[in-house]
Nanobody, 127 residues
Framework: VQLQASGGGLVQPGDSLRLSCTGA????????VGWFRQAPGKEREGVSA????????YYADSVKGRFTISRDNAKNTVYLQMNALKPEDTAVYSC?????????????????????WGQGTQVTVSS
């Protein structure tokens, strides 16, 4: 099972980026998918997740109101739209999935819950 995160880059504070998580259709359409990030010297942090059953969405407090997760079944892609980026958003962002209909916090933002992981993409927010 392979997932791939893409769309990272170097942006200025206040800018936007859209990350994409691509992979096999059965994963991106039917799995719960989460976005995680890890900055140097820090623990991995759950950023956002989308459930498999009804596409309910979940966000960490640090990104609520700025980030939006969505699923496009036609493109087998889960997106993370990131607006109003801050320097503290700088990290490697990865996506993960699990074949489960369970949906509740804080599990959906716990990396240990997910089974499949993709390589990350670097997001750097700096002036």
């Amino acid at each position: 099972v392979q997932l791939q995160a893409s769309g990272g880059g170097l942006v200025q504070p206040g800018d936007s980026l859209r990350l994409s998580c691509t992979g096999a259709a059965f994963i991106l359409r039917y799995h719960a998918v989460g976005w995680f990030r890890q900055a140097p010297g820090k623990e991995r942090e759950g950023v956002s997740a989308i459930s498999s059953s009804d596409d309910s969405t979940y966000y960490a407090d640090s990104v609520k109101g700025r980030f939006t997760i969505s699923r496009d079944n036609a493109k087998n892609t889960v997106y993370l739209q990131m607006n109003a980026l801050k320097p503290e958003d700088t990290a490697v962002y990865s996506c993960a999935s699990r074949d489960s209909t369970y949906q509740a916090m804080p599990v959906m933002l716990s990396g240990a819950w997910y089974d499949y992981w993709g390589q990350g993409t670097q997001v750097t927010v700096s002036s």
